[in-house]
């Protein structure tokens, strides 16, 4: 489920161009899936474009262990 959610965000901002929003919430969802480095890639992009938009967000990577 988390995979398919993923890759219809990718397509989404294939279609559209990257989105910030759109980044937050797919980088949110390979946290959850155990892409840390992906789940970071996609929130520091999404703080680059938009600074607020990563407010908020905590967590911790390794408690899906």
Do not use: C, W
């Not at 980044?23 to 600074?51: N, T, Y």
């Amino acid at each position: 489920m988390l995979q398919q959610l993923i890759e219809a965000m990718t397509a989404e901002m294939e279609r559209n161009g990257e989105n910030a929003y759109v980044l937050r919430e797919r980088g949110r969802l390979k946290m959850m899936s155990g892409d840390h480095a992906g789940a970071m890639a996609d929130l520091k992009r999404a703080a680059e474009l938009e600074p607020a938009i990563v407010d908020g967000i905590s967590g911790r990577f390794d408690n899906k262990k």
